[in-house]
């Protein structure tokens, strides 16, 4: 772990292993933390704060381009760990690498754009300044899917703001936490700025986070339920709260659309990180009139996926994170299927050639999928594509908003009128329209409902770690 600028085990002296999803091989070993390492990163972090709180913002957006330049330099080095650790295609993990390092340079940027205003008042002899001020030390946990992009787009605003931090990382991904820090410390971060937490089991430090009034702030990315539980248990202390939780995202294909531009799109966003996206697509509404061209070219396209190790060329889909990724995609294939659905491609554990090692899922397409499919209300987190065919377009909106998700939706339409009804009618924070990637560190990130609070990324995304200061000056 690294705290208060030193790399230190834990104070129990345990360890825990990680492994390759891929092969089940261990590649290393970190220490286990618990709540005396959390206080203890804590502790480092508020004596940090006000030096760091009082650096000017061209300091601040130095370091973060110092560490820009630094993650690109180790690109590749970083994409091979990801790969390794994570599981996804090396391809995947090298635009990971290239998309969390914009967020440094982007918060570079806003970190010199922070600035107050003068306000009016109606008194003659009296002046309003109102300024902005880091909301001091921040407590971040990031998850295991994208487990460098995640990083830097907390760290990134959190220390644009000048807010330091403590983060605990996912149990299943600590090297490559460990990696960007490393980025970080080279860039010449003081002692105590930031601060890495490793644990096999989260539950004690999540409970300091959550009840140290000396953290001012958690910022928290993964399942609704573990959000939910985190966010309560701020509440008591009126700690600032910003969650990017699950999603159950909407894809739909309307009458005047091109069927086969929509299911390369889909077949595309769909099998990115093995389904392991809370963006990814999970109920797919192709109009009736174009089911056939939909299916008839998504089938083929998904069939010819490759799946195994992230590292093999070719390999278009890694591994899942776990056994239990594994049993949960294949207990919502098998409750499809007995409830009357189709699997034309996929619908089955890999096992052959070497992958009975791993967590491998076949590439899957489900047809015929109605609502009392479990698959149709639930989020997959895997590589299966369940389309429903519908009639009226006129009821689709409502169909893709029967969700307490509202994180992503997706779009197919030639006609603006239509595209322009359905952005405004989704329930959902993002929305791609004809697009399959609408996310970039410029724009926010963020979804409404079960989906999570705040933003992320884009000029609300630094907004997040600052509070307003308000000055009456009677003249």
């Known amino acids: 772990?690294?705290?208060?600028?030193?790399?230190?085990?834990?104070?129990?002296?345990?360890?825990?292993?990680?492994?390759?999803?891929?092969?089940?091989e261990v590649i290393g070993e970190m220490p286990?933390?618990?709540?005396?390492?959390?206080?203890?990163?804590?502790?480092?972090?508020v004596a940090a704060q006000k030096d760091w709180g009082a650096t000017t913002a061209y300091h601040r957006a130095d370091l973060l381009m110092d560490a820009w330049r630094l993650m690109g330099?180790?690109?590749?080095?970083?994409?091979?760990?990801m790969t390794e650790e994570q599981g996804k295609p090396l391809k995947a993990s090298r635009a990971e690498v290239a998309y969390g390092a914009d967020f440094l340079r982007w918060f570079a940027e806003e970190a010199r754009r922070i600035t107050g205003e003068w306000l009016p008042s109606a008194r003659a002899e009296q002046r309003f300044l109102s300024v902005k001020t880091p909301v001091g030390v921040v407590a971040a946990v990031t998850p295991w899917n994208y487990p460098m992009s995640m990083l830097t787009r907390k760290m990134g605003p959190a220390l644009a703001a000048g807010c330091t931090l403590v983060l605990k990382p996912a149990e299943a991904t600590p090297l490559c936490a460990k990696a960007i820090f490393e980025c970080f410390i080279d860039a010449?971060?003081?002692?105590?700025?930031?601060?890495?937490?490793?644990?096999?089991?989260?539950?004690?430090?999540?409970?300091?986070f959550t009840s140290d009034p000396r953290i001012k702030k958690l910022t928290f990315t993964g399942s609704t339920a573990v959000g939910r539980m985190l966010a309560a248990k701020a509440g008591a202390n009126l700690q600032r709260?910003?969650?990017?939780?699950?999603?159950?995202?909407?894809?739909?294909?309307?009458?005047?659309?091109?069927?086969?531009?929509?299911?390369?799109?889909?077949?595309?966003?769909?099998?990115?990180?093995?389904?392991?996206?809370?963006?990814?697509?999970?109920?797919?509404?192709?109009?009736?009139?174009?089911?056939?061209?939909?299916?008839?070219?998504m089938v083929p396209r998904v069939a010819k996926v490759k799946a195994g190790p992230g590292i093999a060329d070719g390999v278009g889909v890694g591994p899942l994170v776990d056994e239990a990724a594994v049993a949960k995609v294949a207990?919502?294939?098998?409750?499809?299927?007995?409830?009357?659905?189709?699997?034309?491609?996929?619908?089955?554990?890999?096992?052959d050639d070497g992958l009975d090692a791993g967590h491998f899922y076949a590439p899957t397409v489900i047809t015929g999928v109605t609502d009392e499919m479990t698959i149709y209300r639930e989020e997959t987190f895997g590589p299966v594509a369940p389309i429903i065919v519908y009639?009226?377009?006129?009821?689709?909106?409502?169909?893709?908003?029967?969700?307490?998700?509202?994180?992503?939706?997706?779009?197919?339409?030639?006609?603006?009128?239509?595209?322009?009804?359905?952005?405004?009618?989704?329930?959902?924070?993002?929305?791609?329209?004809?697009?399959?990637n609408p996310t970039s560190a410029?724009?926010?990130?963020?979804?409404?409902?079960?989906?999570?609070?705040?933003?992320?990324?884009?000029?609300?995304?630094?907004?997040?770690?600052l509070e307003t200061k308000l000055a009456g000056i009677a003249l």
Not at 3 to 22: E, H, L, M, S
Not at 191 to 208: E, F, K, R, S, Y
Not at 394 to 404: M, Q, R
């Open 73 to 81: 330099e180790r690109a590749d080095g970083l994409a091979h760990l």
């Open 241 to 297: 709260v910003s969650v990017e939780l699950g999603g159950h995202a909407p894809f739909i294909v309307y009458p005047d659309a091109d069927p086969v531009h929509a299911a390369k799109g889909a077949a595309a966003l769909k099998f990115l990180n093995s389904g392991q996206a809370c963006i990814s697509p999970n109920r797919l509404y192709v109009h009736r009139d174009h089911a056939d061209a939909f299916i008839n070219t």
């Open 32 to 45: 286990a933390g618990g709540a005396a390492d959390a206080t203890a990163a804590v502790d480092a972090a």
């Open 188 to 208: 010449g971060v003081p002692d105590g700025v930031i601060n890495l937490v490793t644990a096999a089991d989260p539950g004690p430090i999540g409970d300091v």
């Open 391 to 436: 009639d009226d377009v006129d009821e689709v909106i409502d169909l893709a908003n029967d969700t307490n998700y509202g994180l992503a939706a997706y779009v197919y339409t030639n006609d603006l009128s239509t595209a322009i009804r359905a952005m405004e009618g989704l329930r959902f924070g993002i929305i791609g329209i004809n697009d399959v």
């Open 331 to 351: 207990a919502q294939v098998d409750d499809a299927r007995a409830k009357g659905a189709s699997v034309p491609v996929g619908g089955m554990r890999l096992l």
């Open 442 to 465: 410029a724009a926010p990130f963020g979804g409404m409902g079960d989906s999570g609070l705040g933003r992320e990324g884009g000029r609300e995304g630094i907004a997040e770690y």
């Open 1 to 24: 772990m690294f705290i208060n600028g030193q790399w230190v085990a834990a104070v129990g002296g345990k360890t825990f292993t990680v492994t390759n999803p891929a092969t089940g």
